[in-house]
């Protein structure tokens, strides 16, 4: 399994092959029936554009008192459990014994976007994070672990995995733009990222 790296993370290709890809969404469909995807607003009010739910012990979760991990939905629910094909991506590529306690689910229409953030609410940096995308392409961008740094970019597509590790644990990275109509594994199209985090 060969990787390219951008700016330290390294990208895997095609890992999840059309029929990987298909059962895995049939597992996020799951996931987002029990734990319905909500839009996420900032600290300062803003409503996010992309749609977000969470799988495992642990969902992340932002309003009006900031961003945290949170053992429930908004809604009340426990969430489900993680899928067990993006358990099997992270037992593959994250080099670590531990298994994830949260699967992050974004969706993305092909309005959302993500700006250049780090992930840092979780307490031990030596664990990773590992990224699946499914749908449409994305554009992928990779900074340093300081804002305002150079940043490098790549197209995700549907099938590729990124694993966030190491000095590119703390990378600044977001996603510029979707490719609307680029996949047609989402019969309504978008795109549907996962992120599995250990939290705590
Ligand atoms: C994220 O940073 O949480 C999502 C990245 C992505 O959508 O690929
Ligand atoms: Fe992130």
């Not at 399994?1 to 059962?23: C, F, H, K, P, W």
């Not at 993680?82 to 092909?110: H, K, M, T």
Request: charged share 25%; proline share 6%.
């Amino acid at each position: 399994m060969t990787a390219i790296e951008v700016n330290g993370v390294q990208v895997y290709s095609g890992l999840l092959d059309l029929e990987a890809q298909r059962a895995l969404l049939d597992e996020v469909r799951a996931v987002v029936r029990a734990a319905p995807l909500f839009r996420p607003v900032t600290a300062r009010g803003k409503e996010m554009s992309v749609r977000m739910t969470s799988a495992g012990q642990r969902g992340w979760v932002s309003d009006r008192r900031g961003y945290r991990y949170e053992a429930r939905h908004p809604g009340g629910m426990d969430w489900p459990p993680i899928p067990s094909r993006a358990l099997d991506v992270w037992r593959g590529v994250s080099g670590v014994d531990r298994d994830p306690q949260c699967c992050l689910v974004n969706f993305y229409d092909e309005a959302a976007r993500m700006g250049l953030h780090q992930d840092r609410d979780e307490a031990d940096f030596a664990m990773p994070v590992v990224s699946i995308s499914l749908g449409d392409d994305a554009l992928f961008r990779v900074g340093g672990a300081e804002r305002g740094g150079p940043t490098k970019s790549v197209w995700l597509r549907s099938g590729d995995v990124a694993v966030l590790a190491g000095p590119a644990r703390l990378a600044y990275h977001g996603i510029d733009r979707v490719r609307p109509g680029s996949s047609a594994l989402l019969t309504k199209g978008g795109r549907i990222n996962l992120t599995l985090r250990v939290v705590d």
